[in-house]
């Protein structure tokens, strides 16, 4: 069974950073792609970056310029540096990994709050 471990949310200022850090556990073959979606209030779940085996990166448009994904595959971690945010930021960030164990697998972590102040 695959679980990912999510750490680094919390209370920060409008324009602080944060480095969000989510690590996968488990007998894992092979993990394709790991990304962070995040969740506010009232709304659904959306993408704010993803990161493939290889490092090929896709990120939100409101992120881009800002976010900054990356992967240590020997240590199936995958990490968002947040700088310059805003309030609009907040929200429940969620790590998301597929790959293959003993069978193909999705699986997300619980969840981790990065609250910005204005």
């Known amino acids: 069974q695959v679980q990912l471990v999510e750490s680094g949310g919390g209370l920060v200022q409008a324009g602080g950073s944060l480095r969000l850090s989510c690590a996968a556990a488990?007998?894992?073959?092979?993990?394709?792609?790991m990304g962070w979606y995040l969740q506010a209030p009232g709304k659904q779940r959306e993408l704010v970056a993803v990161?493939?085996?290889?490092?090929?990166?896709n990120y939100a448009d409101s992120v881009e310029v800002r976010f900054t994904i990356s992967r240590d595959n020997d240590k199936n971690t995958v990490y968002l540096q947040m700088n310059s945010l805003k309030p609009e930021d907040t929200a429940v960030y969620y790590c998301?990994?597929?790959?293959?164990?003993?069978?193909?697998?999705?699986?997300w972590g619980q969840g981790t709050l990065v609250t910005v102040s204005s």
């Open positions: 488990g007998s894992i073959f092979s993990i394709n792609d």
């Open positions: 990161i493939t085996s290889g490092g090929s990166t």
């Open positions: 998301r990994a597929r790959g293959r164990a003993v069978v193909r697998f999705e699986v």
